[in-house]
């Protein structure tokens, strides 16, 4: 049984981060920040939209994060990072200058080169538009090589919006349409109410020539594509990005397992006719 | 070199086999008896083998008992298996100093050592096998686990008697080992004689066996061989019909029977622990109290934890129910998908030691029943 490995130890350590600093911090809402890293030698992270990293807090932990924009050749990567326990606390606590150890990236990403030549409607759910954007900015860089573009875009409240800023401009441009809605309005808020998905049947787009990628919670993911196929797009059109507990990313540690696939290298980013009955089991 | 392709040895030389593999700068692990049970620890001489020992075992039960004879390998497997040496149940990650802010990752040293493992059986050569292709043959390779299978030198046994929860023969992995060996041996122990027959699986093995004293082995040693393991594989405790398994599993995803079985499982995960095959881990992260020094540690893992499928607040799977199909499901049917085998060796482990004696080859044959009976 000694002949197989031979070669074995001269391959990388798949699981070892490197040295990420981070170089500015943005406040998105109560609970979210934004933050952008530079890997401290030098050499920017190559990611596609849809990939995530593996985000190390010193003596914490270490959690699945999507990639949120960035540029290798700057050496700018950018992540979303909502606080719900202690790795995500520590990551929107830090401060410019605090290090993280930063692996990946992981995963297949969005169908950015499928898409061309059709329509794109891109549908978020929360911190579902984090993944979402490098697709967004992707889009508006290469504007020309797609048909009609929209985004709609659901949060809880007002409050919960990302990248308002960045959303106003969206809005202020003609080749993409934007529609945002939130769960319950408050005082100021002149735009929908209701579910995101109910936003679909407002926009522009060929049913039979287009592309949708969507994130968020799985029921309006389901019900995006059941809509959408209703009106006439067929299940392996529209893309779906898949979450579960992952503690490796490399598929060591088993824990995204959804049926055959696991989600941190055979996804997130699956068609919903691959993932359609599946979706339908509890608890799987 | 020069090497031979069988010999037989007799008991008194045996332990020349244990004395040249250690020579040879080899870590030896064997069986040993341990607290009522045979377990995989070190060893330096055929007395630490459990010799005149014997085990039964049935669902949820697990007794040594004496032999009427002095067999060396009279035993099938016990709670442990191989992969607490390959893939141990806790190991280190990475250290990550912290020098004033600035972090510094490092992987630990390969380690310095060989093992050599004497008395695997073919469930369990089988059963590293399917290790192999998890840890090293689906992309990425996985440091600890390569380190320490670099170098590894296999003493297969081919099994003379089978166990209470052996299903290895409808497997198809034993009890005759097939693959994956340096060397493998058959003990033949009657009134008149008690020798070993050895064959080399590779060039290594070959070696070796070339420096134990003993005969060439006839065509009458490996009918006898061909005898013992024919027998063995005639009285397996339990079978498993895998014709069509995949699919029989997939189309019963909401057989009632998950529920009957979760209604007696404890989640305990003693069968994930316990089975030669389960790769699942999580990750635990400490720092000393100057956070000056990290360590990132990997242990053993198990899908019947609510921790494990957590997700927003909520375990994925929180019944009991959804846990256990989980694990019966990847073991007989995504398994294949995944990694082009099935993910059970018919070792018998889970069923010896679930606590409540569910048993992986009844459940498998109550859940896809109703795929036989007309919609
Ligand atoms: C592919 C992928 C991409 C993601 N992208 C983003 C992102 O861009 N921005 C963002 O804010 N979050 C993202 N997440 C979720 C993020 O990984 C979890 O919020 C984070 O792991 C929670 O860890 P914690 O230590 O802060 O909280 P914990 O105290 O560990 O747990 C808080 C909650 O998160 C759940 N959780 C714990 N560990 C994980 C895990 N490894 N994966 C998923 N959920 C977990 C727990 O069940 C619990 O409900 C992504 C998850 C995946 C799988
Ligand atoms: S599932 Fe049970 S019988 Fe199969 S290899 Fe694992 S422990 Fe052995
Ligand atoms: S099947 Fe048995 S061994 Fe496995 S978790 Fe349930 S009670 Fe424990």
Redesign the pocket.
């Known amino acids: 049984m000694t002949v197989v490995l031979s070669t074995i130890e001269a391959t990388a350590e798949p699981m070892l981060p490197r040295p990420f600093e981070v170089v500015a911090t943005r406040r998105e809402t109560a609970d ?1 920040v934004t933050l952008d890293f530079a890997a401290t030698d030098g050499e920017g992270l190559q990611f596609s939209p849809g990939q ?1 990293t593996m985000i190390y807090a010193f003596g ?2 270490e ?4 990639v ?1 924009g960035g540029s290798a050749d700057d050496n700018v990567l950018t ?11 520590a990551i929107c606590s830090a401060e410019a200058g605090t290090q993280f150890g930063i692996r990946g990236p992981y ?1 297949i990403g969005w169908p950015m080169d499928a898409a061309e030549g059709g329509d794109v409607v891109v549908v978020a759910g929360g ?1 579902g538009l ?2 979402l954007r490098p697709v967004i900015l992707r889009l508006l860089d290469n504007r020309a090589r797609y048909g009609a573009v929209s985004l709609l875009y659901g949060t809880r409240s007002p409050d919960d919006l990302l990248y308002e800023e960045e959303l106003r401009q969206w809005r202020g441009r003609f080749d993409i349409e934007v529609e945002v809605t939130v769960d319950r309005a408050a005082d100021g808020w002149y735009g929908d109410i209701g579910l995101v998905t109910n936003l679909l049947t407002r926009i522009e787009y060929d049913p039979e020539n287009v592309t949708a990628m969507v994130c968020g919670p799985e029921i309006m993911m389901k019900v995006v594509a059941r809509e959408m196929g209703r009106a006439g797009t067929d299940p392996s059109s529209v893309y779906v990005s898949m ?5 490796c990313a490399v598929g060591f540690c088993g ?2 397992q959804y049926g055959p696939d696991f ?2 290298r055979d996804g ?1 980013v699956f068609t919903y006719a691959a993932v359609r009955d599946r979706m339908r089991v509890s608890e799987l | 070199m020069t090497t031979s392709q069988t010999k037989v040895v007799e008991r008194v030389d045996l332990g020349i086999l244990i004395d040249l593999l250690a020579d040879s700068g080899y870590d030896v692990i064997g069986p040993t008896k341990q607290d009522q049970t045979i377990v995989y620890r070190p060893i330096s001489a055929i007395d630490d083998l459990p010799i005149g020992w014997t085990d039964v075992q049935d669902g949820g039960s697990y007794r040594l008992v004496r032999r009427d004879d002095s067999a060396l390998f009279g035993y099938v497997v016990g709670p442990h298996s191989w992969k607490s040496y390959l893939f141990p149940p806790r190991s280190v990650l990475l250290t990550i100093e912290n020098v004033d802010g600035e972090l510094i990752f490092t992987p630990p040293d390969a380690p310095d050592r060989r093992y050599a493992f004497i008395g695997i059986r073919a469930c369990e050569l089988a059963a590293i096998a399917i290790q192999d292709r998890v840890f090293l043959g689906s992309g990425q390779v996985d440091t600890t686990y390569a380190n320490n299978r670099a170098g590894l030198f296999t003493v297969g046994v081919n099994c003379a008697v089978a166990g209470g929860t052996c299903f290895c023969a409808s497997m198809k992995t034993g009890p005759r080992c097939l693959a994956g060996y340096d060397l493998v041996l058959t003990e033949v122990l009657d009134e008149s004689t008690h020798h070993f027959v050895f064959e080399a699986g590779s060039d290594a093995g070959g070696e070796v066996l070339h420096q134990l004293p003993g005969r060439d082995a006839t065509e009458a040693d490996f009918a006898r061989v061909a005898a013992i393991v024919d027998d063995t594989a005639a009285h397996m405790g339990r079978s498993m019909d895998t014709r069509r398994v995949r699919e029989d599993i997939y189309t019963n995803r909401d057989s009632a029977h998950w529920d009957r079985v979760a209604e007696r499982c404890l989640s305990c995960a003693n069968c994930t622990l316990v089975c030669p095959t389960c790769f699942c881990s999580t990750t635990e992260d400490t720092a000393s109290l100057d956070a000056a020094l990290g360590q990132r540690e990997r242990r053993w893992d198990s899908c019947f934890t609510l921790d494990f499928s ?5 375990p994925v799977r929180e019944t009991p129910t959804a846990r256990y199909r989980q694990w019966l499901t990847h073991k007989l049917a995504t398994w294949q998908d995944q990694f082009d085998s099935i993910g059970c060796v018919g070792c018998g482990r889970c069923i010896t030691w679930c606590p409540v004696g569910i048993d992986i080859t009844h459940e498998v044959a109550a859940i896809r029943t109703r795929s036989e009976v007309p919609a």
């Open positions: 979210t995530f914490v932990g959690v699945p994060i999507s949120a992540h979303t990072v909502r606080a719900v326990g202690a790795v995500t606390d995963g911190i984090a993944p979450e579960r507990n992952m503690k824990h995204c989600i941190c997130p | 957590g997700l927003h607040g909520h």
